[in-house]
């Protein structure tokens, strides 16, 4: 079968993620769909024999490449002994080596583990369990969330609400609770003077304020680390989580870091609260949990946290929340053979190499008309595309500049996935130099059609 023929397949029954359907329209469609037949290390490969070089990740999941051959045999041994059983009542092996495993791994003052199946019910799980621990603790006047413009939490409604991008948010507003939204300390708009930790810090301002202001009325703090992802990989200095740490204990407010995305080793430590030296109340970790195989999320967090729900049956102050497949065994693996690949190879010091291989490949960027600004936070590169540079102007958002890259790249053989006007680099850690070099390459190529009027 070829591409064409199983596209028209695929049309015929299938509804896309984040996809306006009428896009893939074979006859006349602005994007075409593609058909992948089998993966390898960072190349996926379509029905014809097309090779594309994955270049985000597959959505930011996968660390080690597809069908990485140690994960696929930890996954054949685990599927001979158990593949799933429930997690109300019954335990197993996989789950608990996991559990285990991420309390030591992560930052210190975490030391329960609460399992779910994606980072969107992660962050649910979190956001009621804060809540549900001020009731418990007969704050039940704590209802309210903070949250940073043009954040990214997912896209059910709990998720929804505590984030800020009006893209995915605004036609959804009215079924939405409210929710205290700060400004980001997104170091894109900071003076032309002015050096990230400066302008994090200016920012912090406004987040001390409504923390002053609403910190009686408030659950929790939500953010994600040093780098908004789905927001455009808007990027901010660690010294704002310090900060931000120390005014959620000084008013009495959780604070939740969305790891999601930034999580095992993307900003360059294994998770991003290191960077600043502090431990969140709530830390969700998804997507490369699993190196990018099997839906699973996990929800970190305290013993005194855990402590407030644990009592008689009858005081009704348990955390009743669950999922089908919480703590699937498969996925528990899978989780549990990244982790000790990790610890086996020397993960973060050959990403270090790699960062600065990437840094290198994207210097010259910099000098185009057109870019805005190219960032960078460990394994995550951002180019901005911009209509005026002098007046930061953008491009207006209905003329999909983005889209001119995306179509031009994987003319080339590459998966990019531009957020709007920005293009950026997520690789697997398994990427190598020629890679890095046909990934800028092809970038810069893209962005110089991408720009014409
Ligand atoms: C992707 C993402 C989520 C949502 O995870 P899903 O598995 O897609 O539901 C939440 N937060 C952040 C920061 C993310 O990048």
């Avoid at 023929?5 to 006859?27: E, G, I, N």
């Avoid at 003052?109 to 001020?134: P, Q, R, T």
């Avoid at 939490?153 to 079924?175: D, F, Q």
Wanted: charged share 20%; proline share 4%.
């Amino acid at each position: 079968m070829n591409n064409q023929a199983f596209v028209q397949r695929d049309l015929a029954v299938l509804w896309h993620p984040c996809s306006q359907m009428k896009d893939y329209d074979p006859a006349g469609g602005s994007l075409p769909l593609i058909p992948i037949k089998s993966a390898s290390g960072v190349w996926l490969e379509d029905f014809e024999g097309n090779r594309y070089l994955d270049a985000i990740s597959s959505w930011w999941v996968n660390l080690f490449g597809h069908a990485n051959p140690i994960i696929n045999q930890a996954l054949k041994d685990q599927l001979e002994t158990l593949e799933h059983v429930i997690l109300g009542g019954f335990t197993h092996e996989a789950a608990v080596t996991l559990a285990e495993k991420l309390v030591e791994i992560t930052p210190p003052g975490l030391d329960k583990c609460f399992y779910a199946d994606n980072g969107s019910s992660a962050i649910e799980v979190a956001l009621k369990m804060s809540f549900h621990y001020w009731r418990n603790l007969g704050q039940s006047q704590k209802t309210k969330f903070i949250t940073l413009e043009n954040s990214y939490h997912g896209e059910t409604l709990g998720a929804l609400a505590v984030g800020n991008v009006a893209l995915y948010k605004e036609t959804y507003a009215p079924l939405l609770m409210d929710v205290i939204t700060v400004p980001s300390p997104d170091c894109f708009y900071r003076e032309a003077d002015e050096s990230w930790e400066d302008y994090s810090i200016r920012r912090f301002v406004d987040m001390e304020e409504a923390l002053a202001r609403h910190g009686e009325d408030v659950c929790a703090v939500i953010v994600e680390p040093l780098v908004q992802c789905a927001g455009g990989m808007r990027m901010y200095h660690p010294v704002y989580l310090r900060m931000l740490r120390e005014a959620c204990d000084k008013y009495g407010v959780h604070l939740i870091a969305d790891e999601i995305a930034v999580g095992f080793g993307r900003t360059g430590t294994l998770f991003a609260c290191e960077q600043a030296g502090i431990s969140p109340d709530f830390l969700c970790l998804s997507k490369g949990l699993t190196g990018g195989y099997l839906p699973l999320s996990a929800v970190l967090t305290a013993n005194t946290i855990y402590q407030a729900f644990y009592d008689d049956y009858q005081n009704l102050t348990a955390f009743l929340h669950s999922h089908s497949y919480t703590g699937n065994a498969l996925a528990c693996r899978a989780a549990l053979t990244s982790i000790e690949i990790f610890q086996t190879q020397d993960i973060l010091g050959r990403n270090r190499q790699l960062a600065a291989v990437m840094a290198k490949a994207v210097e010259h960027f910099n000098e185009h008309p057109h870019v805005a600004e190219v960032r960078q936070t460990g394994m995550i590169v951002a180019i901005e595309l911009i209509k005026n540079k002098q007046t930061r102007e953008a491009f207006p958002w209905q003329q999909r500049r983005g889209l001119s890259v995306y179509r031009y790249a994987l003319s080339r053989g590459v998966l990019l996935r531009p957020l709007g006007n920005v293009i950026y680099f997520m690789p697997p850690y398994v990427i190598n130099e020629q890679e890095i070099q046909l990934m800028a390459d092809v970038a810069w190529q893209g962005i110089q059609l991408a720009v014409q009027d």
